[in-house]
Nanobody, 119 residues
Framework: QVQLVESGGGLVQAGGSLRLSCAAS????????MNWYRQAPGKQRELVAR???????NYADSVKGRFTISRDNAKNTEYLQMNSLKPEDTAVYYC?????????????WGQGIQVTVSS
């Protein structure tokens, strides 16, 4: 069994910062790409940021220069540092991870965590 646990969400004023964490646990052999998605009310889920196993990163245009994705492979954890937050960043944020359990490759989702940015 593999579990992804997110933390760090909450309510913040516009211009503020939050740091999300996602810790993977269970019978993990190795972790590949790690991603953060978000879904705002009435909108489709969108990719926010991605980090590969080698540390390469990609960001949605809407968050470039404000958000930073990182990972700690020793802790099986990824992070999303969110600065200069805007009301339009309000959404449920989901971590998403590609990992191997033995020889089985699967994609896992976290339960989601609410981020609310007030104006």
């Amino acid at each position: 069994q593999v579990q992804l646990v997110e933390s760090g969400g909450g309510l913040v004023q516009a211009g503020g910062s939050l740091r999300l964490s996602c810790a993977a646990s269970g019978s993990i052999t190795s972790i590949g790409g790690m991603n953060w998605y978000r879904q705002a009310p009435g909108k489709q889920r969108e990719l926010v940021a991605r980090i590969t196993s080698s540390g390469s990163t990609n960001y949605a245009d809407s968050v470039k220069g404000r958000f930073t994705i990182s990972r700690d492979n020793a802790k099986n954890t990824e992070y999303l540092q969110m600065n200069s937050l805007k009301p339009e960043d309000t959404a449920v944020y989901y971590c998403n991870v590609d990992l191997w359990v033995g020889v089985r490759y699967k994609n896992y989702w976290g339960q989601g965590i609410q981020v609310t940015v007030s104006s």
